[in-house]
């Protein structure tokens, strides 16, 4: 069973930085391109970025680039979000997916972790 666990979540200053964790189990690494998504109270869920299967390809919403930095390391079986410059907008729940093509449909997700943004 392919399972995605996110973490790294939490309360952050406007203005502030945070990492999140989408650490993977179930598959080969390296097999599945990842996702991940945020979705606010009474918003739809919206894409924030995705990453290749090997890394080399990244792709951001425009609402998050040059803030927002996604990268993996498949010996760990796990991917990265930087989030830099946070703004009251970026706070969300954020999920991890997993796809078998670049940014395509998510086949596999992850339970979440709170992000809130104070002033």
């Known amino acids: 069973q392919l399972q995605l666990v996110e973490s790294g979540g939490g309360l952050v200053q406007l203005g502030g930085s945070l990492r999140l964790s989408c650490a993977a189990s179930?598959?080969?690494?390296?097999?599945?391109?990842i996702g991940w998504f945020r979705q606010a109270p009474g918003k739809e869920r919206e894409g924030v970025s995705c990453?290749?299967?090997?890394?080399?390809?990244?792709h951001y919403a425009d609402s998050v680039k040059d803030r927002f930095t996604i990268s993996r390391d498949n010996a760990k079986n796990t991917v990265y979000l930087y989030m830099n410059n946070l703004k009251p907008e970026d706070a969300a729940v954020y999920y991890c997916?997993?796809?078998?093509?670049?940014?395509?449909?998510?086949?596999?997700w992850g339970q979440g972790t709170l992000v809130t943004v104070s002033s």
């Open positions: 997916a997993a796809s078998e093509t670049y940014c395509g449909p998510m086949d596999y």
């Open positions: 179930g598959f080969t690494p390296g097999y599945y391109a």
């Open positions: 990453i290749s299967s090997s890394g080399d390809r990244t």
